[in-house]
């Protein structure tokens, strides 16, 4: 008959291997039925053995006890900010700077270029292969102290594929498009406030004082970086994503080495036209000297590396004002309000007119005309107001009111509970 402690170490081996495919490499080989029974037992298990819990077990991502206030981490080697480039010209400017600081005009550099997460810099410090420590990037040099917040992120291995001395693994915690607007969705029909953006509901969920909430946030992270490394050697950038791969971090399928800043350009752009159709919001890209020795020769300025940066695509939200609020006739009669705003660029497009679809937007909202509001773009869909920025309020604004008439023929309007819509009845409307 199998020992307590002997089974018990099996089924986490096996859970951290179906952990691993399933959220690192997105290839599972059991269904979920089978492994909740896996994960079943083991809770079982552990509950009639308390004493043989680990802290690298998988049940511990749950989530422990709710904190006071959340402690410091003091970031050994500084967790560094990222100069920005917005043009192919800048980048090129970059290039020609990193010859001229190593005094070699000639020299080939090759470069890795990474998505750029719209997310919450993180490091998880590993001891002897297991999780010990979680911490967000603060102002550099110390961090706010997440480490049970962290635990729970589904794809965070509690125990590496290998066993380190010391490894501090840095990336960016993240929530998918998907499970934000699920998310919001919720919290919404709940009367609950709701998100602006993922990146906000990201650091949000990483500050839920209570770890079990932030369980069940839908949360993800991507790894791309080391701070303190003991017992593992390193000699390029590409080789860093190969080695936390190995290890069981995941990493974005995106990066990619380029052997040129030709590559590079020609990288970015590709990367601008996925950018709608990836399931994760990305703001831009990093780009970084490949070479580590390289990398140390460049050295760093007072607040960021020479050897790497980041370059900013054209932002997808903006504030500004709505200047008044009108309404359209649709073909089918249903008179829809449309927001008249300050143009604004967004996402390369200067945008004047904005969607607010009907009347139970309008009331989510709580929009008023003159309101300042936070306005979002992406690609070519049309432009929506995520949120009206309360605290900018002077007390001008006004409420809207529905017209009572049809604006295009004078028939009285109707409204239609179910379809949450205000028509025009009239058959013969021009509209």
Same mark, same amino acid.
């Given at each position: 008959?199998?020992?307590?402690?002997?089974?018990?170490?099996?089924?986490?081996?096996?859970?951290?291997?179906?952990?691993?495919?399933?959220?690192?490499?997105?290839?599972?080989?059991?269904?979920?039925?089978?492994?909740?029974?896996?994960?079943?037992?083991?809770?079982?298990?552990?509950?009639?053995?308390?004493?043989?819990?680990?802290?690298?077990?998988?049940?511990?991502?749950?989530?422990?006890?709710?904190?006071?206030?959340?402690?410091?981490?003091?970031?050994?080697?500084p967790m560094l900010s990222l100069g920005n480039l917005t043009s192919e010209a800048e980048l090129r400017e970059w290039e020609e700077q990193l010859r001229n600081h190593l005094k070699e005009p000639d020299l080939d550099i090759a470069y890795v270029i990474e998505p750029k997460l719209d997310g919450v810099a993180v490091a998880a410090i590993y001891e002897d292969g297991v999780y010990a420590v979680g911490a967000t990037r603060g102002d550099g040099t110390?961090?706010?102290?997440?480490?049970?917040?962290?635990?729970?992120?589904?794809?965070?291995?509690?125990?590496?594929?290998?066993?380190?001395?010391?490894?501090?693994?840095?990336?960016?915690?993240?929530?998918?498009?998907?499970?934000?607007?699920?998310?919001?969705?919720?919290?919404?029909?709940?009367?609950?406030?709701?998100?602006?953006?993922?990146?906000?509901?990201?650091?949000?969920?990483?500050?839920?004082?209570?770890?079990?909430?932030?369980?069940?946030?839908?949360?993800?992270?991507?790894?791309?970086? %080391? +701070?303190?490394? !003991?017992? =593992?050697? *390193? $000699?390029?950038?590409?080789?860093?994503?190969? #080695? @936390?791969?190995?290890?069981?971090?995941?990493?974005?399928?995106?990066?990619?080495?380029?052997?040129?800043?030709?590559?590079?350009?020609?990288?970015?752009?590709?990367?601008?036209?996925?950018?709608?159709?990836?399931?994760?919001?990305?703001?831009?890209?990093?780009?970084?000297?490949?070479?580590?020795?390289?990398?140390?020769?460049?050295?760093?300025?007072?607040?960021?590396?020479?050897?790497?940066?980041?370059?900013?695509?054209?932002?997808?939200?903006?504030?500004?004002?709505?200047?008044?609020?009108?309404?359209?006739?649709?073909?089918?009669?249903?008179?829809?309000? %449309? +927001?008249?705003? !300050?143009? =604004?660029? *967004? $996402?390369?497009?200067?945008?004047?007119?904005? #969607? @607010?679809?009907?009347?139970?937007?309008?009331?989510?909202?709580?929009?008023?005309?003159?309101?300042?509001?936070?306005?979002?773009?992406?690609?070519d869909v049309i432009p929506k107001v995520v949120k009206v920025i309360e605290d900018r309020r002077t007390g001008k604004e006004r409420e809207f009111t529905w017209p009572e008439t049809c604006p295009e023929c004078g028939t009285p309007v109707r409204e239609d509970e179910e379809a949450v819509a205000i028509y025009c009845p009239n058959i013969a409307c021009p509209a």
């Amino acid at each position: 008959m199998t020992a307590p402690a002997d089974r018990i170490e099996k089924l986490r081996e096996e859970i951290r291997e179906h952990n691993h495919r399933y959220y690192v490499l997105d290839d599972p080989v059991i269904s979920d039925v089978e492994y909740d029974e896996l994960m079943r037992e083991l809770i079982r298990l552990e509950a009639a053995h308390p004493d043989l819990v680990t802290p690298d077990s998988p049940t511990q991502k749950v989530g422990a006890a709710p904190i006071e206030e959340f402690g410091t981490v003091e970031h050994e080697v500084p967790m560094l900010s990222l100069g920005n480039l917005t043009s192919e010209a800048e980048l090129r400017e970059w290039e020609e700077q990193l010859r001229n600081h190593l005094k070699e005009p000639d020299l080939d550099i090759a470069y890795v270029i990474e998505p750029k997460l719209d997310g919450v810099a993180v490091a998880a410090i590993y001891e002897d292969g297991v999780y010990a420590v979680g911490a967000t990037r603060g102002d550099g040099t110390r961090g706010e102290d997440i480490t049970e917040q962290l635990k729970t992120v589904p794809s965070l291995p509690l125990r590496l594929r290998k066993s380190p001395a010391r490894f501090e693994a840095r990336g960016e915690a993240f929530i998918p498009i998907a499970g934000f607007a699920a998310l919001n969705r919720r919290l919404s029909e709940a009367g609950e406030k709701t998100y602006a953006n993922p990146r906000n509901l990201t650091s949000g969920s990483l500050k839920q004082k209570d770890p079990g909430a932030t369980a069940e946030r839908p949360l993800d992270v991507f790894f791309y970086s %080391v +701070g303190i490394v !003991e017992g =593992v050697g *390193i $000699g390029s950038q590409w080789e860093l994503l190969e #080695t @936390l791969a190995e290890l069981g971090l995941r990493t974005s399928d995106l990066s990619v080495r380029c052997a040129t800043i030709d590559e590079v350009a020609a990288r970015l752009l590709e990367l601008q036209e996925m950018r709608d159709d990836l399931p994760f919001e990305i703001d831009g890209a990093v780009i970084k000297v490949d070479d580590r020795a390289l990398q140390d020769r460049l050295g760093e300025r007072s607040r960021s590396p020479r050897w790497a940066t980041a370059y900013k695509f054209a932002a997808r939200q903006g504030t500004t004002k709505l200047e008044d609020i009108l309404v359209s006739v649709g073909r089918t009669g249903a008179l829809t309000p %449309v +927001g008249v705003l !300050e143009p =604004v660029p *967004i $996402g390369g497009v200067t945008v004047s007119r904005v #969607t @607010l679809h009907n009347k139970d937007e309008i009331e989510r909202l709580g929009v008023r005309v003159g309101d300042t509001v936070l306005v979002q773009r992406a690609g070519d869909v049309i432009p929506k107001v995520v949120k009206v920025i309360e605290d900018r309020r002077t007390g001008k604004e006004r409420e809207f009111t529905w017209p009572e008439t049809c604006p295009e023929c004078g028939t009285p309007v109707r409204e239609d509970e179910e379809a949450v819509a205000i028509y025009c009845p009239n058959i013969a409307c021009p509209a």
